[in-house]
């Protein structure tokens, strides 16, 4: 006879999935995250309910960290999914340098499989990220020329590298507090501003102004849906710049 959970049970489900859902909560600072957390790590048949509960609400669960929490991933046309459609107010162009500067981070941080399963958090700042993206825009255009520019693209891709590389890299807000809309640092910022508030990086000011840490949430995030051609072409990039130019560095290590 099949066990019918207890309201209770699906009432403590719901709670830790809606924990979930709050990316910048972490269950050492709340108790009932951390029992229930610990619950879900622990007993079978509280991760399969919990599990249901989120397939419900339009998510996967990816891991269940100890110091990061239930982690999920908002399935295909759910609720919780995003879209870089979704930046309503943005351009289209550049809503596209956006999604690009996303698998920028993503692919510099984690080039290879043995990277997306190495648990050290990987530290990257403003400079580091947009050095990468102007190497790489470098590596296309001589990869079309070699081509005689016939090389097969992605047509939002080509896209979303031009309108960066039609941008300079540093350019003063009028007020002096910050980046100009017209400079890459500006996007860049925005998009690591982004992940902190996603739970996925944090501010490391302690290593100068724009350095951030990526957390194992945004690495676990990236392992759910590295693959595509996009993420693919950048990473081969990165990997084959790696000789010359040494990983982003573990939070903590010195440069």
């Known amino acids: 006879m099949m066990n019918v959970p207890l309201l209770d049970d699906i009432h403590d489900a719901a709670r830790l999935v809606a924990f979930a859902c709050q990316p910048r909560m972490r269950p050492l600072a709340d108790k009932t995250y951390d029992d229930l957390l610990e619950r879900y790590r622990s007993s079978t048949e509280f991760r399969d309910l919990t599990d249901n509960v989120a397939d419900g609400l339009g998510l996967d669960v990816i891991a269940a960290h100890p110091q990061e929490g239930l982690i999920v991933h908002p399935l295909p046309g759910g609720m919780f999914s995003f879209r870089l459609a979704d930046y309503h107010k ?5 809503r596209m ?3 690009l500067i996303h698998i920028a981070i993503a692919a510099r941080a984690y080039p290879t499989p043995a990277d997306l399963e ?9 400079s ?3 050095g990468f993206l102007r190497h790489l825009i ?6 079309a020329e070699d081509s005689d520019g016939l090389i097969a693209t992605n047509a939002e891709f080509d896209r979303a590298w031009h309108a960066y590389d039609r941008m300079v890299s540093v350019k003063p807000s009028r007020r002096g507090n910050g980046w100009a809309m017209s400079c ?3 996007w860049i910022t925005h998009v690591l501003d982004w992940l902190v508030g996603q739970g996925m990086a944090q501010r490391a000011p302690e290593f100068g102004a724009g350095h951030y840490r990526l957390l194992h949430r ?3 995030q990236v392992a759910e849906v590295a693959g595509p051609a ?3 072409k950048i990473a081969d990039i990165r990997r084959r710049q790696v000789a010359d130019d040494p990983p982003c560095l573990p939070s903590g290590v010195n440069e």
């Open 218 to 220: 945004f690495r676990l």
């Open 138 to 143: 470098g590596e296309l255009k001589r990869e």
């Open 184 to 186: 890459t640092y500006y």
């Open 128 to 130: 580091d990220v947009d």
């Open 97 to 99: 340098m956006m999604g």
């Open 230 to 232: 996009v993420f693919d």
């Open 118 to 126: 190495e648990e050290s958090i990987k530290r990257v700042s403003v």
């Open 90 to 94: 943005l351009r289209p162009e550049q």
